[in-house]
């Protein structure tokens, strides 16, 4: 069975929806948390686990009238197509190492050739 489990403080309501065998106590040990349920804000908020309710129900768990409502007004978001991707590694080139520049290769060439001439001109 899928219910309402209260677990906020005096005149605090507060609920998780939660998995629980029809013989328990309504705050007993539950098999699984599928959501919450916050009636003090406005409007309240509801946070569920669709693919688990949806799973829960599929094997036989049956709803509480209040959650059925809960899920009517809180539907499951339609699923979206993934927009096609490409993968753009694969598809372009690696770019090529940048080269030096003309003018800072001249330089490297200048002063390597200006060394050798001030060795000379010290002899």
Known sequence: MIRLARV??????????VVIEKDRA???RSIEFVGTYNPRTNPATVLLKH???S?????????????EKLIAKHP???PTAPAPT????????AAPAPEPTTESAAESAGESAAEPASESAAA
């Open 8 to 17: 906020g403080a005096r005149k605090q309501p507060f609920y998780r929806i």
């Open 26 to 28: 309504r705050n007993g």
């Open 51 to 53: 693919e688990r309710i």
């Open 55 to 67: 799973y829960w129900r599929s094997v036989g768990a049956q709803l509480t009238p209040t959650i």
């Open 76 to 78: 499951a978001p339609a």
């Open 86 to 93: 490409t993968d753009e590694t694969s598809t372009k080139p």
